[in-house]
C-alpha cells in the first residue's frame, strides 16, 4: 500500500502567519520510516501592504494582490535553490486563483516539541548528546541562511523538525519572512512572541517592509535558539506563561539581563547546574544588544568550545549538478553518493527531490486538485463575499467567511500509488547507467527507440522516460567537462526540463570558477546604458509572472551590467535584453552561470552584433541570410525580391535576440535546446524555416499583407520548425555560410551534433572574405574549391574515413568553350554564359542545358574565371527556381597551378 498524506495543521491563536501548513507523505510498507518521502504545502494568500519605507518606485495604486503574488513567484525560485542538510527545502510554487499561492517544501512531522524530554539532559555535554547535536545542527543551518542573506527574525520549536532517522534537526519555515518581503507582499505577523528577540518585539505588531528588514539581523535566531534550548532542558517554559506576561517582562528589562529576570521562575534552579562555560555561552546568546550578541558562525565556535568539541563544518552532501555549484571547481570523488541497503530495495527514494517531485507529478499528481477534491480551496460564487457595510475609511464589515479558504485541521489522503505501480517494473540498473561502456552494449536496460521517435510533448510527459533521462543526465553532469561529447550527442534527441540550465551550460562548454569571475566585476557603477536598460527591463517578456517580479528585474539588471562593465568593446543595444532573459530564467538562482552562459552565446553566435557601428555586421549577415533563401527556396527569394519586401524589414529582431523577441519563453526553450547544438549558422536555417511555414501566405500577398503577417506574427509549431531548420543545415555546404564578422571560432572545421546520429561532419571549407557591396549584389552563395573537391571526393573523408555525404554536385562552367578546353574542375560541362539564355531568360535548348534541367535540385555550382560572369549566371538561374545554386569562389583561373584544374579529354 502506497499513499501520500496532507495534515493540516491550524496554528495556535497567537500563531498569526496567515498561511496553512499541508504536509504530505508517502512511505511504502516493508520499508523503514527513514524511507518515507515528505512534502509540505503552505497556502499564502498575497496581498500588498505598503511597508512604511519603500524601495520601489511605482505607485501604490498599481500594487494589488495579483502584482504581490508575481513578487513572491520571483522571490521563491530564490528559495528554491536553497540546499543544506539542516533545512527543509524548497521544492515548488503553484499559483491559484484570488492570488493564492500553494507552497511545496520538503516537510518532516515531527517537531522538537515531540522528542521525549528524556533525550534532552545536560549531564554529558559530549558531541553524540541531543542538546549538542540540536544546536550544531541548527546553527549550521542558520550560518547557511545567513550566507544566502535569508533574514530570520526568529525561531520556535515547532520550526525545528528531526528527520525520521532521528539524527539530524531541520528547520522548517525559513523562508516565510522573505517570500512576504517581511509582510508587504503577504499578511504576516511573528510567530509565538516568548521566542522572538527584543529587536524584533520592540517593533510592535504592524511593522513590515524595510524597517521590519532592517531590524532583523544575523544575530536575531541565535536568542531564539539559545531559550529553544533552555526550553527543551526544561530550565525555564515559556509556554507556561501568557505571552503578554512573558513579552511584558522582556520589554522591562531592556537595561538588565533577561536572564536575571527569569530567576523567578521554579525551573530555572535547573540552569545554575550548568558548567559555567555553557551558561557563558548563553548569556552571550542572551544579550539584549544584537550587535553584541554572536552570528551563529561565532555562536558555533564559542559552544564548541564550552562543550570542548570543535564543530568541522557542516558535512557535505553528496555533490547535486542540478544545485550544487556549477561547473564545479572541487574534487566530486570526496563526498560522493553511497548507497545503503534500504535504498537498494527502493532505489527510487535515491533520487533527490525535486525529480521525485516531477515524476511525481507526470504520474497524475496534481495538489491543487487533491485539496479541491477533499473540501478545501474551493471556490463560492463572488455574492457570498459582498459586504453588508463599507465605512468610509474602506472597512468592510459583514462578509461571509469562506470556510473553504483555509484548513480545518483534517487528515487528508493524497494518493501516489500511481507513481510506485508505474515505476515497479523499472530495472534497477537504470538508476545506474553505465556512461564508459563497450560498442555493443546498450545504453538503458530499457529500449527507448521506439519513445525517442515520438514528438517531444509526448516525450516531456512520459513517466518512464523521463526518469530514465534525468537519470542520465544527472550522471553526464557529475562528468562535466570530461563527458562534453556525451552530453551534446544525447542533447540532441531532448533534454529533460528539470536538468536545461546545466545542459545549456554543457553545451556552450562554460568552464572554470566562473562564481569568482562575476564577483569580480562591477555591476553598481552607473553607466550610460542605465537609462536605456532601465526602460527595456520592465517591458522585456512580462507575461512572464515571473519576469515581472522586482526579483527578475533586479537579476537581469545585474547580468545586463556586468557582461557592459566586462566588455567594454561592445555596447548595449535594445534587444540583448530579451537575449539574455532566456539565459537568466533557467539560471535563476545563480547570475553567476547566467552571466557565463550569455558570454559564451554572445561569443558563438552574435559576435560582434552589439558593437557600436554594427550596420556592417548586421548588413552581412542578412546578405548571408538573402544567399541561403535564394539556395533553398529560389520561388520565394524572388517574389519577396521583387515586391521589395527584404530581410531589413523582418529578420533583424529575430537574429539579433535569437528570436526571443518573436516567441514566447515556453518556444524559445525548446528552440534553444537545438539551437545551441548547431554552430555559429544555425539560426539562418532557423530563420528560414520560419519562412517556410509561411511560404504559402506570403506567396499569395503582396507588400503590405505581408508586412502586416510579420507585424503580428502568427503562432508557428516550434518542432516543425526545428525539424525543416536541420533538414537544410544538413544539406547546405557549410563555406556557403562563412561570413567576415563570424565569431572567432567560425569558419574552422568543426562537427556539430544536430541529430543523435550527427549531421554536418567535419568539412575542409576555407576562409573567404567577399566585400559587403559584392555581397549584398550577388544572389547565390558562394562555394570554396575545397569543399567542391571534398564533395567530389567520395572515397573518403578528411580524416581518411568513410562518410555518407550528399550526392555529386553539378559543375557548370560558363566561359566560352575555347576556354574550357584550356581547363576546368573535372566532370564539369559547359555552357557558355553568353549563349545561355534567351531574350525571356529562359535556358536555351542544349544537351547540356537540359542535364542541368534534369538535375534540377541537385547541387549546382557555376564557376568561371574570375568570377565575372557567374553570379549573374546563377542568379538567371534562381529566377527559373533552381534550387540549390551556389558560386565557385574567385573562379577557377586560380586554381590553374594547383593541380586540380585538368583539360577535359583527360577525364
Not at 572567432?744 to 554536418?760: D, K, V, W
Amino acid at each position: 500500500m502506497v499513499s501520500f498524506c496532507l495534515f493540516f495543521d491550524l496554528p495556535p491563536s497567537h500563531l498569526v502567519y496567515k498561511c496553512s501548513w499541508v504536509s504530505a507523505a508517502y512511505c511504502v510498507d516493508g520499508m523503514s520510516s527513514s524511507e518515507a518521502l515528505v512534502f509540505g504545502v503552505c497556502t499564502v494568500f498575497a496581498s500588498y501592504e505598503h511597508g512604511g519605507l519603500d524601495s520601489y518606485t511605482e505607485v501604490d495604486t498599481t500594487r494589488n494582490g495579483t502584482w504581490a503574488s508575481a513578487q513572491i513567484l520571483g522571490r521563491f525560485r530564490t528559495l528554491a535553490s536553497l540546499r543544506h542538510r539542516n533545512i527543509c527545502s524548497y521544492v515548488d510554487i503553484i499559483r491559484c486563483k484570488h492570488d493564492r499561492l500553494m507552497i511545496i517544501t520538503e516537510h518532516h512531522s515531527k517537531c522538537l516539541l515531540e522528542v521525549p524530554s528524556k533525550e534532552f539532559s545536560f549531564g554529558a555535554w559530549n558531541s553524540c548528546s541531543f542538546p549538542v547535536q540540536l544546536v550544531a545542527n541548527v546553527l549550521h543551518g542558520l550560518d547557511y541562511l545567513v550566507s544566502r542573506q535569508i533574514g530570520l527574525p526568529g525561531l520556535t520549536p515547532e520550526m525545528i523538525v528531526v528527520d525520521e532517522r532521528g539524527s539530524n534537526f531541520k528547520i522548517r519555515d525559513f523562508g516565510s519572512v522573505y517570500l512576504s518581503d517581511y509582510g508587504t507582499l503577504s499578511p504576516l505577523q511573528l510567530r509565538d512572541p516568548r521566542y522572538c528577540p527584543p529587536e524584533v518585539l520592540t517593533l510592535g505588531a504592524e511593522t513590515t517592509g524595510i524597517l521590519f528588514q532592517t531590524a532583523v539581523s544575523d544575530s536575531s535566531a541565535v536568542w531564539s535558539l539559545a531559550l529553544i534550548l533552555l526550553s527543551v532542558l526544561q530550565c525555564i517554559s515559556p509556554s507556561t506563561v501568557p505571552v503578554k506576561t512573558w513579552v511584558t517582562k522582556m520589554l522591562t528589562t531592556i537595561e538588565t539581563s533577561f536572564l536575571e529576570a527569569l530567576e523567578s521562575m521554579d525551573e530555572f534552579q535547573k540552569y545554575t547546574e550548568m558548567t559555567e562555560s555553557v551558561r557563558g555561552v548563553l548569556e552571550r546568546w542572551l544579550l539584549l544588544d544584537c550587535d553584541d550578541r554572536p552570528t551563529p558562525k561565532i555562536a558555533l565556535e564559542t559552544f564548541g568550545e564550552a562543550v570542548r568539541h570543535k564543530f568541522e563544518q557542516a558535512v557535505p552532501e553528496p555533490y547535486d549538478p542540478l544545485w550544487g555549484r556549477f561547473p564545479p571547481v572541487e574534487l566530486r570523488c570526496r563526498n560522493e553518493t553511497r548507497f545503503d541497503k534500504e535504498f537498494m530495495r527502493s532505489p527510487l527514494l535515491s533520487r533527490n527531490t525535486d525529480e521525485i517531485y516531477s515524476l511525481w507529478k507526470l504520474a497524475g499528481g496534481d495538489v491543487v486538485s487533491e485539496v479541491k477534491a477533499h473540501g478545501y480551496a474551493k471556490e463560492e460564487p463572488p455574492v457570498f463575499s459582498v459586504p453588508q457595510i463599507v465605512t468610509g475609511d474602506q472597512k468592510m464589515l459583514g462578509a461571509s467567511p469562506n470556510p473553504h479558504r483555509d484548513p480545518s485541521g483534517n487528515l487528508i489522503t493524497l494518493n501516489v500509488e500511481p507513481l510506485f505501480d508505474k515505476l515497479y517494473d523499472v530495472p534497477k540498473e537504470l538508476y545506474f547507467p553505465l556512461l564508459l561502456r563497450s560498442n555493443d552494449a546498450e545504453l538503458s536496460a530499457i529500449d527507448y527507440s521506439t519513445l525517442s521517435k515520438l514528438p517531444l510533448a509526448i516525450r516531456e510527459t512520459n513517466l518512464k522516460y523521463q526518469l530514465y533521462r534525468q537519470i542520465l543526465f544527472h550522471r553526464l553532469l557529475l562528468c562535466y567537462p570530461y563527458t562534453t561529447a556525451t552530453i551534446r550527442k544525447e542533447a540532441a534527441l531532448d533534454i529533460p526540463p528539470l536538468y536545461r540550465s546545466r545542459v545549456w551550460a554543457a553545451l556552450l562548454e562554460v568552464q572554470g570558477d566562473i562564481a569568482e569571475k562575476y564577483d569580480s566585476i562591477d555591476k553598481d557603477s552607473p553607466c550610460v546604458s542605465d537609462r536605456q536598460i532601465d526602460v527595456d527591463i520592465p517591458r522585456c517578456h512580462q507575461y512572464d509572472a515571473i519576469m515581472t517580479s522586482a526579483v527578475a528585474h533586479w537579476k537581469l539588471r545585474r547580468i545586463l551590467k556586468a557582461w557592459i562593465a566586462d566588455h567594454p568593446q561592445f555596447v548595449y543595444w535594445q534587444g540583448l535584453d530579451s537575449l539574455t532573459t532566456p539565459l537568466m530564467y533557467v539560471n535563476f538562482h545563480d547570475e553567476a552561470l547566467a552571466y557565463a552562459c550569455l558570454t559564451a552565446f554572445v561569443r558563438k553566435y552574435v559576435y560582434s552584433f552589439f558593437l557600436k557601428d554594427n550596420t556592417p555586421v548586421i548588413q552581412e549577415y542578412l546578405a548571408v541570410f538573402s544567399h541561403l533563401l535564394a539556395f533553398h527556396d529560389p520561388v520565394l527569394s524572388s517574389h519577396l525580391t521583387t515586391i521589395g519586401f527584404f530581410p531589413e524589414l523582418y529578420a533583424i529582431p529575430w537574429f539579433l535576440t535569437m528570436f526571443t523577441h518573436v516567441f514566447p519563453l515556453h518556444k524559445i526553450f525548446h528552440l534553444w535546446d537545438q539551437l545551441l547544438l548547431g554552430d555559429e549558422s544555425f539560426p539562418l536555417f532557423v530563420g528560414l524555416s520560419l519562412l517556410h511555414q509561411l511560404r504559402d501566405r506570403l506567396l499569395g500577398n503582396g507588400f503590405n499583407e505581408i508586412l502586416l503577417i510579420f507585424s503580428d506574427f502568427p503562432d508557428l509549431d516550434i518542432q516543425l520548425c526545428l525539424q525543416r531548420a536541420k533538414e537544410m543545415f544538413t544539406i547546405t555546404p557549410k563555406s556557403v555560410t562563412c561570413r567576415r564578422y563570424a565569431s572567432e571560432n567560425m569558419n574552422h572545421t568543426e562537427p556539430t551534433a544536430l541529430s543523435s546520429s550527427g549531421n554536418r561532419q567535419a568539412v575542409p571549407t576555407g576562409v573567404y572574405e567577399i566585400d559587403l557591396e559584392t555581397l549584398k549584389t550577388e544572389i547565390s552563395p558562394r562555394i570554396t574549391w575545397q569543399e567542391i573537391h571534398w564533395l567530389l571526393n567520395p572515397g573518403g573523408g578528411s580524416n581518411g574515413t568513410s562518410h555518407k555525404r550528399a550526392p555529386r554536385p553539378i559543375l557548370v562552367d560558363v566561359r566560352l568553350q575555347e576556354e574550357f578546353l584550356k581547363g576546368t574542375f573535372p566532370h564539369s560541362m559547359n555552357i557558355p554564359f553568353t549563349s545561355a539564355f534567351d531574350a525571356d531568360g529562359k535556358l536555351l535548348s542544349s544537351f547540356e542545358s537540359r542535364t542541368l534541367e534534369d538535375s534540377k535540385g541537385k547541387l549546382v555550382v557555376v564557376l568561371d574565371g574570375k568570377c565575372n560572369y557567374s553570379p549573374t549566371f546563377a542568379a538567371k538561374l534562381v529566377q527559373l527556381g533552381f534550387p540549390h545554386v551556389c558560386v565557385l569562389h574567385q573562379g577557377i583561373d586560380h586554381l590553374k597551378t594547383s593541380g586540380y584544374v585538368t583539360v577535359p579529354n583527360s577525364w
